[in-house]
């Protein structure tokens, strides 16, 4: 186990020296789910100890936090760490004292991601990180997608520029297909444009993989039906990442581009933290599958909410652990995060539980746990992989014109059109005595939409880019209605 964590640490070198992605496969299939996970607990460790020495912000917030990381010497103590979040870590610190040795000119790469007031967060990366992505990528062009099997154009449909999903993926798989054997084109998100280079290009290849958030790409096949391309005739592979969707859902854009099988959409996770986390296997897409058909198996996997995305990950790449129901991440990114937590909701899942609940499910390929994402728990909503904060709602709600009808209460939903196109719902509380109206509600969804705008560079970049009606729409209920605004409850804006 040690020198395989050994040979993970200096992925840098060993790629150069050639890693062999298919023995690591092998790996994947003969070694135990036990195995794995105490090889990342090992590398999480050592992380540790590395970043507590050479990272002058961690080093200082060990000491604010009275731990001596000399005596943290296994798993157990591990758990004594104080988590980080962009609150306590991220914005206490700057940048530069965030990397390792204070040097942030050894990064080679630095992404960009926005947050609740807007302003940019940079996530500076290294031949380390690219060199991880391209190993998780590669396993699953290969062998989810066969492109060693099939003449494979992939496009790329995530926007490209400093924002992290666009150069996330087309660097991983640059390398992948310099190795393997694949075309890659960087489209980006301009559906006319993707729309004439599969035109133009797909007649010479066996398969066309599609790459990019779930809505666009839903419009892209949706659009390439109408203008009458034969997406049944073609080898079709679709891989998402940003947004989490629903069973009916995923079976809605298999109908709509003329595919039976599930397989062959396939989710992933990830965050501007850490790149790719873990992604959707025939086996994960089976089992949720079977969750959806059974509502008490479902609870005791997940106990309430909704169903779950599930994903497998290998805790030596990111070793994820549970903590209450929030989830915290160890990884050697450009910015070394140790039990960072990106307060996303969800549970770590074993095989073993899996078995037991489901004695007759099928055998996974790779013996690697499932991390069940339930969504935010920071108060967020997604919407067209734009982050929503209440905190943007607010300030458009506690406007003086609109607050001589309304509290300035309101809670904030997504949902779909039959189309399954989303829309972000906003229901507000109307004064004691004060009646709504549509001219209200235009008033209110339009103010809405200039303050998004000015305050979430991800929601100007989507109206700016994105041919969709992006309005909130707002549902005006009476003051203190019982079902979202019931007396004497605390505020819940999601």
Not at 156 to 184: E, H, R
Request: glycine content about 6%.
């Amino acid at each position: 186990m040690i020198p395989l964590i050994r040979q993970l640490n200096n992925l840098s070198q060993t790629a150069k020296a050639g890693f062999s992605v298919s023995r690591f496969e092998r790996l994947l299939r003969g070694n135990s789910e036990d195995f794995w996970m105490n090889a990342g607990a090992r590398r999480a460790l050592f992380l540790f100890h590395k970043a507590a020495e050479e990272v002058p912000a961690y080093r200082d917030f060990l000491k604010k936090n009275k731990i001596n990381h000399e005596k943290i010497k296994n798993s157990s103590d591990f758990g004594l760490i104080p988590w980080t979040d962009k609150k306590n870590y991220i914005t206490n610190y700057p940048l530069q004292a965030r990397t390792w040795g204070g040097r942030i000119e050894k990064s080679s790469l630095v992404a960009v991601s926005s947050g609740t007031t807007g302003a940019p967060t940079f996530w500076p990366r290294g031949y380390l990180q690219e060199s991880e992505a391209a190993v998780i990528h590669e396993l699953i062009y290969r062998y989810l997608f066969r492109i060693d099997r099939h003449r494979t154009l992939l496009l790329i449909g995530f926007p490209m520029g400093v924002y992290v999903s666009g150069i996330a993926t087309l660097l991983p798989s640059l390398a992948v297909a310099n190795k393997c054997g694949m075309t890659v084109v960087s489209v980006g998100n301009n559906k006319q444009e993707l729309l004439r280079v599969v035109r133009s290009l797909a007649p010479d290849y066996d398969q066309i993989v599609l790459v990019g958030h779930p809505f666009f790409i839903k419009d892209v096949v949706e659009t390439g039906k109408e203008d009458g391309f034969p997406w049944a005739k073609k080898r079709l592979r679709m891989m998402f990442c940003s947004e989490g969707f629903s069973e009916e859902w995923r079976q809605y854009v298999l109908r709509e581009a003329g595919m039976s099988s599930s397989e062959t959409i396939i989710s992933t996770y990830g965050a501007s933290e850490f790149l790719l986390i873990g992604h959707e296997t025939p086996f994960t897409i089976a089992l949720r599958e079977k969750l959806e058909e059974d509502r008490s198996l479902q609870e005791r996997i997940m106990e309430d909410g909704p169903l779950p995305s599930l994903f497998q990950y290998n805790p030596l790449f990111r070793f994820i652990e549970a903590a209450g129901n929030e989830l915290l991440f160890t990884s050697a990114s450009g910015l070394p995060l140790i039990r960072f937590n990106l307060h996303d909701s969800g549970r770590i899942i074993s095989l073993k539980e899996i078995r037991n609940l489901l004695p007759r499910a099928p055998r996974p390929r790779w013996n690697l746990p499932l991390v069940a994402l339930k969504g935010r728990s920071d108060r967020t909503v997604i919407f067209y992989a734009a982050n929503i904060y209440p905190e943007h709602i607010h300030a458009a709600l506690n406007h003086a014109p609109l607050l001589k009808k309304i509290t300035g209460k309101f809670v904030m939903r997504k949902d779909y059109w039959k189309n399954m196109d989303e829309y972000l719902e906003i229901n507000v509380e109307l004064r004691h005595n004060a009646k709504g109206s549509d001219v209200m509600k235009r008033q209110i969804e339009t103010h809405l939409v200039k303050i998004l705008k000015e305050i979430n560079m991800e929601y100007l970049f989507l109206c700016n880019n994105l041919e969709k009606d992006l309005r909130p729409r707002v549902v005006l209920w009476p003051y203190q209605s019982e079902k979202y605004f019931k007396a004497g409850m605390k505020p819940k804006y999601i």
